[in-house]
């Protein structure tokens, strides 16, 4: 049983650009020029309930507007989505019950009423029994710590505060499936923590399936086992967090300090991997592969007097950026 | 069943937030007054000079304007969601609505009401009675349910035709100041209709039926026969008006693009 099926999903919006000037105006007018942008191209892939799944792409690669169209937002141009047994769209309003929703740049929460009054008021909404909510919310109240948030109106809380507050809101009806759009967005350290463990024990405790969307790859490390990445609508990579670090992010970079200075040529002839100048000549990086390391760094020492040396591993961030720079190859 | 629970459940909420700013409240309050004032002294004015208006007395059209307010009280309260278009469609709350399980009209019009308006209908009822007794109007005990189906009736068709210029927000970007000037064709809907051109006459009844908030049930009350069939069309137009907003809102919702973020 999937928690999430998606068969060659696709969105296209209809916008049309401008001709410049005060002619050019009085000639959009009468004609326009139309432009089809496939924000989401023939997509396909399926999530299990429980996964924790992280959902990547730089800004307009399409991430948004396929969690619109998942959580029944906005309706697609083609292709055939069911999330929890259902069309999100034509069945909205039953649908919506089944999941929950926490949209980062966006509030949930009223603004004027203190947080209690809103939880009240989504728990109405939601048609949650008082016995469903007090055992729940208690809990999720407790984790999230935000008991002492709950009589103060929403407009007077701090963005961490807020947040917190959002998703315990999200949660009233205790979901199978969670949306995060980017939840961590603008949170300083403590309470992206704080929040990481909430997430982990929800999908415990209830096999909670959620699907995140963030720019912070660090929320990606710790929480999801599976990332899809999508660049311009379409999906580049689907698979585990391990295996993309495996094929793109194997081998370190050892950074070496030399006591004088030594040039790329020497280097190279030496030890031909790719070097990398640091700040000055006297600072030099190699990258290499895990097993060539040991051979690397005897070859360097034994030749040069050293200053220092450290090995670092290859963060997920720069592997990202490198596969949306240099495109997606099997290396 | 639900929908009514959670419609209690918002008002009760409503009233707690508006009674924290009491200063506020008196003010709207205030305003609201002084500008039904400033209407019924226009009327007054106008009949400083003629005591007749096509056949119509000075009182029967003060009756219809003190009828008029009750619909539009009701309409203010709930329907008032000019803004639309700037608050959901443009900074995207509409998002929000979409992901609950509420229908998305519903919960936009218990957002946005403005229960405070409701003393406009007051103002009308009282404008009705002074305008009663010097017309010496006699009513029966079914005039009872007579009157609240045509104001419900007004009210839905004032609800239909700005619920359908709101869904047109979903097919445009563009912000529109169609709005504004509604209120204004609204307000034609006061008096009598056969005091205008007959094209104006035949829009106010059938295109823009604001003639069916105002003087057409109101005529029943005045008594004036001829008027009748109109009169008691006010119900049908009201639920007609509102269904088509409706359907026209439910495909409009199909087409909602979201805003990017």
Same mark, same amino acid.
């Given at each position: 049983?999937?928690?999430?099926? +998606?068969?060659?999903?696709?969105?296209? *919006?209809?916008?049309?650009?401008?001709?410049?000037?005060?002619?050019?105006?009085?000639?959009?007018?009468?004609?326009?020029?139309?432009?089809?942008?496939?924000?989401?191209?023939?997509?396909? *892939?399926?999530?299990?309930?429980?996964?924790?799944?992280?959902?990547?792409?730089? %800004?307009?690669?399409?991430?948004?507007?396929?969690?619109?169209?998942?959580?029944?937002? =906005?309706?697609?141009?083609?292709?055939?989505?069911?999330?929890?047994?259902?069309?999100?769209?034509?069945?909205?309003?039953?649908?919506?019950?089944?999941?929950?929703?926490?949209?980062?740049?966006?509030?949930?929460?009223?603004?004027?009423?203190?947080?209690?009054? /809103?939880?009240?008021?989504?728990?109405?909404?939601?048609?949650?029994?008082?016995?469903?909510?007090?055992?729940?919310?208690?809990?999720?109240?407790?984790?999230?710590?935000?008991?002492?948030?709950?009589?103060?109106? +929403?407009?007077?809380?701090? @963005?961490?505060?807020?947040?917190?507050?959002?998703?315990?809101?999200?949660?009233?009806?205790?979901?199978?499936? @969670?949306?995060?759009?980017?939840?961590?967005?603008?949170?300083?350290?403590?309470?992206?923590?704080?929040?990481?463990?909430?997430?982990? #024990?929800?999908?415990?405790?209830?096999?909670?399936?959620?699907?995140?969307?963030?720019?912070?790859?660090?929320?990606?490390?710790?929480?999801?086992?599976?990332?899809?990445?999508?660049?311009?609508?379409?999906?580049?990579?689907?698979?585990?967090?391990?295996?993309?670090?495996? %094929?793109?992010?194997?081998?370190?970079?050892?950074?070496?300090?030399?006591?004088?200075?030594?040039?790329?040529?020497?280097?190279?002839?030496?030890?031909?991997?790719?070097?990398?100048?640091?700040?000055?000549?006297?600072?030099?990086?190699?990258?290499?592969?895990?097993?060539?390391?040991?051979?690397?760094?005897?070859?360097?020492?034994?030749?040069?007097?050293?200053?220092?040396?450290?090995?670092?591993?290859?963060?997920?961030?720069?592997?990202?950026? %490198?596969?949306?720079?240099?495109?997606?190859?099997?290396? | 069943?639900?929908?009514?629970?959670?419609?209690?459940?918002?008002?009760?909420?409503?009233?707690?937030?508006?009674?924290?700013?009491?200063?506020?409240?008196?003010?709207?309050?205030?305003?609201?007054?002084?500008?039904?004032?400033?209407?019924?002294?226009?009327? =007054? +004015?106008?009949?400083?000079?003629?005591?007749?208006?096509?056949?119509?007395?000075?009182?029967?059209?003060?009756?219809?304007?003190?009828?008029?307010?009750?619909?539009?009280?009701?309409?203010? /309260?709930?329907?008032?969601?000019?803004?639309?278009?700037?608050?959901?469609?443009?900074?995207?709350?509409?998002?929000?609505?979409?992901?609950?399980?509420?229908?998305?009209?519903?919960?936009?019009?218990?957002?946005?009401? #403005?229960?405070?308006?409701?003393?406009?209908?007051?103002?009308? =009822?009282?404008?009705?009675?002074?305008?009663?007794?010097?017309?010496? @109007?006699? !009513?029966?005990?079914?005039?009872?349910?007579? !009157?609240?189906?045509?104001?419900?009736?007004?009210?839905?068709?004032?609800?239909?035709?700005?619920? /359908?210029?709101?869904?047109?927000?979903?097919? /445009?970007?563009?912000?529109?100041?169609?709005?504004?000037?509604?209120?204004?064709?609204?307000?034609?809907?006061?008096?009598?209709?056969?005091?205008?051109?007959?094209?104006?006459?035949?829009?106010?009844?059938?295109?823009?039926? !604001?003639?069916?908030?105002?003087?057409?049930?109101?005529?029943?009350? =005045?008594?004036?026969? #001829?008027?009748?069939?109109?009169?008691?069309?006010?119900?049908?137009?009201?639920?007609?008006?509102?269904?088509?907003?409706?359907?026209?809102?439910?495909?409009?919702?199909?087409?909602?693009?979201?805003?990017?973020?």
């Amino acid at each position: 049983m999937y928690a999430i099926e +998606v068969e060659k999903l696709r969105k296209e *919006f209809k916008s049309y650009s401008s001709r410049s000037g005060l002619a050019g105006a009085f000639r959009d007018l009468f004609t326009r020029n139309y432009k089809i942008i496939r924000a989401v191209d023939d997509i396909s *892939f399926t999530v299990k309930q429980g996964e924790m799944v992280g959902y990547i792409g730089e %800004n307009g690669a399409g991430k948004s507007t396929t969690i619109k169209m998942l959580t029944g937002i =906005l309706t697609p141009t083609s292709g055939r989505v069911v999330v929890n047994g259902m069309n999100p769209h034509k069945e909205r309003e039953r649908f919506v019950q089944t999941i929950g929703v926490v949209f980062g740049q966006r509030s949930q929460l009223w603004w004027d009423i203190a947080v209690q009054e /809103s939880f009240r008021l989504l728990k109405k909404v939601y048609r949650v029994s008082d016995q469903d909510y007090n055992e729940h919310m208690d809990h999720v109240i407790e984790t999230l710590d935000i008991g002492p948030l709950l009589d103060k109106p +929403v407009r007077k809380l701090s @963005l961490g505060q807020r947040m917190r507050c959002e998703l315990a809101a999200a949660l009233i009806h205790n979901p199978p499936l @969670l949306f995060l759009d980017e939840p961590t967005i603008g949170l300083d350290v403590l309470v992206k923590l704080k929040i990481r463990q909430f997430l982990k #024990e929800i999908n415990e405790k209830y096999n909670t399936t959620i699907l995140l969307t963030t720019h912070d790859m660090t929320d990606i490390e710790a929480l999801c086992e599976r990332v899809i990445m999508l660049d311009e609508g379409k999906i580049i990579y689907d698979g585990s967090l391990q295996h993309l670090k495996q %094929n793109w992010g194997e081998g370190r970079q050892i950074h070496f300090q030399f006591r004088d200075m030594v040039s790329k040529e020497e280097l190279t002839s030496l030890v031909h991997v790719t070097w990398e100048q640091g700040e000055d000549r006297y600072n030099w990086i190699a990258h290499v592969r895990t097993n060539d390391m040991a051979h690397v760094i005897g070859q360097v020492v034994s030749s040069y007097e050293l200053k220092d040396i450290h090995i670092r591993e290859v963060s997920t961030e720069e592997i990202i950026r %490198n596969i949306y720079e240099e495109g997606i190859h099997h290396g | 069943m639900f929908y009514m629970s959670i419609f209690l459940q918002y008002m009760s909420q409503y009233i707690k937030t508006k009674l924290q700013y009491r200063a506020d409240l008196f003010v709207e309050f205030l305003s609201d007054l002084m500008f039904q004032g400033v209407n019924l002294i226009f009327i =007054l +004015v106008v009949f400083g000079h003629t005591q007749f208006l096509n056949g119509w007395t000075r009182d029967e059209i003060i009756f219809i304007y003190g009828f008029f307010l009750v619909p539009f009280a009701l309409f203010a /309260s709930f329907f008032n969601i000019w803004d639309f278009n700037e608050r959901y469609i443009v900074r995207g709350e509409m998002d929000r609505v979409l992901t609950r399980p509420v229908h998305s009209l519903f919960q936009i019009v218990l957002e946005r009401m #403005e229960l405070e308006s409701l003393l406009g209908g007051i103002t009308g =009822l009282i404008i009705m009675g002074y305008a009663a007794s010097r017309l010496h @109007l006699t !009513f029966h005990w079914y005039d009872v349910i007579l !009157f609240v189906l045509f104001v419900l009736g007004g009210t839905f068709v004032y609800a239909g035709i700005f619920i /359908s210029l709101a869904s047109i927000s979903f097919w /445009s970007d563009a912000r529109s100041s169609i709005m504004p000037m509604m209120y204004n064709i609204g307000n034609y809907g006061r008096y009598p209709v056969d005091i205008y051109n007959r094209v104006i006459r035949y829009i106010l009844t059938w295109v823009l039926p !604001f003639a069916f908030v105002g003087v057409y049930p109101a005529a029943y009350f =005045l008594r004036k026969t #001829e008027w009748y069939t109109y009169s008691f069309l006010t119900p049908v137009m009201g639920v007609v008006c509102f269904t088509l907003s409706l359907l026209l809102w439910n495909a409009g919702v199909k087409r909602y693009r979201g805003a990017g973020n």
